[in-house]
């Protein structure tokens, strides 16, 4: 089914963004962004459904970045100690490290797109 974006009105209802999940090294205290090319053949942890996964996979794919999936989880805790435990690197949306605390550091992504929760205009509903 093909949509045409441009005539629907669309409501913003949140707006999130990936961030890169790395391990909490001295190499990365004064690092502000991380670049989606860093993840190109490094250990690397993801969501068990990974294929579909596509606000993970979109932007690797689109920059052609290949990382080295060691490990998956099916869900995000067990993906964050697995960072914390320099088992690998990751990509989650922002919201998710703010409901953990621990031994690892968020990183905003150089190419990151934002990922938007979004309503049709509430007149046509």
């Not at 913003?12 to 205290?29: D, M, P, Q, T």
């Not at 920059?63 to 989880?73: A, H, W």
């Not at 869900?75 to 031994?103: A, C, H, Q, R």
Request: with cysteine; net charge negative.
């Amino acid at each position: 089914m093909h949509f045409h974006v441009n005539i629907y009105k669309w409501i913003s209802l949140y707006k999130n963004s990936l961030i890169a999940v790395l391990s909490n090294e001295k190499v990365f205290e004064r690092v502000e962004e991380v670049s989606i090319q860093f993840f190109n053949g490094k250990s690397f942890i993801v969501m068990t459904e990974y294929a579909f996964n596509h606000d993970v996979s979109y932007p690797l794919e689109k920059e052609r970045v290949q990382p080295d999936i060691r490990f998956t989880s099916t869900n995000d805790f067990s993906i964050i100690s697995m960072v914390e435990s320099d088992m690998g690197y990751t990509i989650l949306l922002s919201l998710v490290p703010k409901n953990y605390s621990g031994n690892y550091i968020c990183r905003n992504l150089k190419q990151s797109h934002d990922i938007e929760i979004v309503l049709n205009n509430l007149k046509e509903i």
